[in-house]
């Protein structure tokens, strides 16, 4: 009867189930690594917008997406009601920093902190470059923004 209950008339060998399961698990495991492995391996392309940046002061590099200069515009704009003039002066000195930024990310002779320096003056003249166009109000929204920005930054 015991025999009859457990289905020994079955022609699978014993533990079939069990060595079934683990190779199913195995196959599983073994896509997952694969595809983290090929999207870690994915290097992000010359033209790609990735900027390498510090977190929480442990050394530990890592990518952030920067938003395009149009992204940016269009935040700006939607933020502090940005005129079309205001709009062309702000793409103009974004663009300006964009270039002057690949330069130096391109410049292998400058060290670390050489082209963290630069690239803080840059977004430094930058952001005067753009409270200049900006009325008072405006000048005031664009400072909380860049608050909250540099906070955000600080605890990543």
Do not use: C, Y
């Given at each position: 009867?015991?025999?009859?209950?457990?289905?020994?008339?079955?022609?699978?060998?014993?533990?079939?189930?069990?060595?079934?399961m683990?190779?199913?698990?195995?196959?599983?495991?073994?896509?997952?690594?694969?595809?983290?492995?090929a999207?870690?391996?994915?290097?992000?392309?010359q033209?790609?917008?990735?900027?390498?940046a510090?977190?929480?002061?442990?050394?530990?590099?890592?990518?952030?997406?920067?938003?395009?200069?149009?992204?940016?515009?269009?935040?700006?704009?939607?933020?502090?009601?940005?005129?079309?003039?205001?709009?062309?002066?702000?793409?103009?000195?974004?663009?300006?920093?964009?270039?002057?930024?690949?330069?130096?990310?391109?410049?292998?002779?400058?060290?670390?902190?050489?082209?963290?320096?630069?690239?803080?003056?840059?977004?430094?003249?930058?952001?005067?470059?753009?409270?200049?166009?900006?009325?008072?109000?405006?000048?005031?929204?664009?400072?909380?923004?860049?608050?909250?920005?540099?906070?955000?930054?600080?605890?990543?």
């Amino acid at each position: 009867m015991f025999s009859f209950i457990h289905g020994s008339n079955n022609s699978r060998p014993r533990g079939f189930g069990s060595l079934a399961m683990a190779t199913a698990l195995a196959i599983a495991i073994t896509s997952g690594i694969f595809a983290i492995t090929a999207s870690a391996q994915e290097a992000p392309s010359q033209g790609s917008q990735t900027e390498t940046a510090p977190q929480n002061g442990g050394g530990h590099w890592h990518h952030h997406k920067r938003p395009s200069v149009d992204k940016q515009v269009k935040h700006l704009t939607k933020a502090l009601k940005l005129s079309d003039d205001q709009q062309a002066k702000v793409r103009r000195a974004l663009e300006d920093q964009h270039n002057q930024m690949e330069q130096i990310r391109s410049d292998s002779s400058l060290s670390r902190d050489d082209r963290f320096n630069k690239m803080k003056g840059i977004r430094d003249s930058t952001n005067t470059q753009i409270k200049t166009v900006l009325n008072e109000d405006q000048q005031k929204k664009f400072e909380e923004i860049q608050q909250k920005h540099q906070k955000r930054h600080e605890r990543a």
